[in-house]
């Protein structure tokens, strides 16, 4: 994997994690994305021994885009506080399933997931062990088969995005797990962290990062 870079300085650094390559290293012992990072830290600065580098959040193995994370247990502090806080702000882009009639809406529920299958229930209703979840999306463009989303994130549980468009008969394309028939190639699905907006570290400039969703995205809008 070569490792794209978007931002750097003393405490943070961002990178692009490409879909199917895990954030973490699990049991499988698989190649991940942190290892990455580590390796090019350790490389560009000569350090010996071990490379601090802390997991501030993550992406499901199948989906692209931006992640943050700290290169100093400082910045790891700090970020850590924004996200509790919700003053991080993060853009999804997603290619769904289906013609999505409301142009702009905002999905509230209450998610509850089954650590055996790994999957998130929707719920109508607060119940014990379910965790809140919202955002809300506008239509980008679309045609009678797909639509592309725009989605702002407001709370950050697993699966959210995935789960919710699936409740309102949208799914992702290639998230058979969640309803999609249509698959993609690798078990990637079609969603893409796009933007985000954080603090830097210790300054609390406003920094915005910004991609684009992937390009073959576009064949099937057109």
Not at 136 to 161: A, C
Not at 165 to 187: A, C, E, N, R, T
């Given at each position: ?13 961002a990178?692009?994690?490409p ?12 190649a991940?994305?942190?290892?990455e990072?580590k ?6 600065y000569?350090?010996?021994g071990?490379v601090?580098?802390?997991?501030i ?6 989906v ?15 970020l850590?506080?924004?996200?509790r806080n ?5 853009i ?8 999505v009639?409301?142009?702009t809406a905002?999905l ?10 790994n ?8 119940t ?9 999306y ?9 639509s ?6 407001k ?9 919710q468009?699936?409740f ?8 058979i797990?969640?309803?999609s028939q249509?698959?993609?190639?690798g ?14 570290v210790?300054?609390c ?5 910004q991609?684009?969703?992937p390009?073959?995205w ?5």
């Amino acid at each position: 994997m070569s490792l794209q870079v978007f931002y750097e300085d003393n405490h943070l650094i961002a990178v692009f994690k490409p879909a199917g390559v895990l954030t973490q290293g699990d049991k499988s012992g698989e190649a991940c994305l942190m290892d990455e990072v580590k390796k090019y830290l350790k490389d560009k600065y000569s350090k010996p021994g071990n490379v601090f580098l802390g997991l501030i959040h993550r992406l499901d193995r199948n989906v692209s885009g931006i992640v943050l994370l700290a290169k100093k247990s400082k910045g790891a502090s700090r970020l850590s506080a924004q996200f509790r806080n919700h003053t991080i702000k993060k853009i999804y882009h997603a290619l769904v399933i289906g013609c999505v009639k409301q142009q702009t809406a905002e999905l509230k529920n209450f998610l509850l997931k089954n650590t055996r299958t790994n999957k998130v229930e929707i719920l109508k209703n607060e119940t014990d062990g379910a965790d809140f979840a919202e955002l809300s999306y506008e239509v980008v463009k679309q045609n009678k088969e797909f639509s592309l989303l725009k989605i702002i994130l407001k709370t950050g549980r697993s699966h959210q995005i995935r789960a919710q468009l699936s409740f309102i008969g949208h799914p992702l394309v290639g998230d058979i797990k969640y309803g999609s028939q249509k698959g993609l190639p690798g078990q990637e699905i079609a969603l893409s962290a796009t933007s985000l907006a954080f603090d830097l570290v210790p300054s609390c400039e406003r920094k915005i990062l910004q991609i684009n969703y992937p390009a073959y995205w576009d064949k099937y809008l057109s």
